[in-house]
């Protein structure tokens, strides 16, 4: 009886093909993983994946980062759906949603992805080592590309990063690295 009811909202959610219902319960949906038992996961799974590949769109920051959410928490589960976990993840990236990852403060999912790599007390130096590292910007269309897409992911997110700190990272690093063209764009 649970599972009959899981899948008839799966395929009521994908039969509907309505991109902002289906991407608002993939987003509650992505936020609880963590509370389901894997029986449950490794059912939802195929139907996940089918909405996924009919529905959504890599070329969407939102879409790639939802998708991606869900492909965490399932790997984090260990489900048995590695290729089709390999699969969509590599096709639901994008340049914007690559700046997400690396400006994206988040220390659990940090943690899975970097293991071993920093505690508590060390994700702050790590996290902007890691942005220095990831968005050196060496021309004035590479900073005016970054703003845009940073721009964009603000207005979707506002509390997975600190904004303040990320342009304060990026902006130390180039100034050091490539003086005076800073300075044209902020005059």
Same mark, same amino acid.
Do not use: A
């Given at each position: 009886?649970?599972?009959? %009811?899981?899948?008839?909202?799966?395929? /009521?959610?994908?039969?509907?093909?309505?991109?902002? @219902?289906? #991407?608002?319960?993939?987003?509650?949906?992505?936020? &609880? !993983?963590?509370?389901?038992?894997?029986? %449950?996961?490794?059912?939802?799974?195929?139907?996940?994946?089918? =909405?996924?590949? +009919? !529905? #959504?769109?890599?070329?969407?920051?939102?879409?790639? @980062?939802?998708?991606?959410?869900?492909?965490?928490?399932? &790997?984090?589960?260990?489900?048995?759906?590695?290729?089709?976990?390999? +699969?969509?993840? +590599? &096709?639901? /990236?994008?340049?914007?949603?690559?700046?997400?990852?690396?400006?994206?403060?988040?220390?659990?999912?940090?943690?899975?992805?970097?293991?071993?790599?920093?505690?508590?007390?060390?994700?702050?130096?790590? @996290?902007?080592?890691?942005?220095?590292?990831?968005?050196?910007?060496? &021309? =004035?269309?590479?900073?005016? /590309?970054?703003?845009?897409?940073?721009?964009?992911?603000?207005?979707?997110?506002?509390?997975?990063?600190?904004?303040?700190?990320? #342009?304060?990272?990026?902006?130390? /690093?180039?100034?050091?690295?490539? +003086?005076?063209?800073?300075?044209?764009?902020?005059?």
């Amino acid at each position: 009886m649970y599972y009959d %009811t899981r899948t008839i909202i799966w395929t /009521t959610i994908h039969n509907d093909k309505n991109i902002e @219902k289906c #991407l608002e319960i993939l987003e509650q949906y992505s936020q &609880s !993983i963590s509370q389901f038992h894997i029986k %449950t996961l490794e059912h939802d799974f195929p139907f996940f994946y089918k =909405i996924t590949l +009919n !529905i #959504l769109s890599p070329k969407s920051f939102v879409h790639c @980062k939802i998708v991606q959410q869900i492909i965490c928490e399932y &790997s984090m589960k260990e489900i048995n759906f590695t290729k089709d976990l390999s +699969n969509l993840s +590599n &096709s639901f /990236t994008n340049p914007t949603y690559q700046i997400y990852l690396t400006i994206r403060y988040d220390f659990r999912l940090d943690n899975y992805k970097f293991p071993n790599q920093f505690d508590f007390e060390t994700y702050p130096g790590f @996290k902007e080592q890691l942005i220095k590292k990831e968005l050196l910007l060496l &021309s =004035i269309k590479d900073i005016q /590309t970054f703003l845009t897409m940073y721009l964009d992911i603000y207005k979707v997110i506002k509390d997975d990063f600190y904004p303040p700190r990320t #342009l304060d990272y990026i902006i130390d /690093t180039k100034y050091r690295t490539k +003086n005076g063209e800073i300075e044209k764009l902020v005059n």
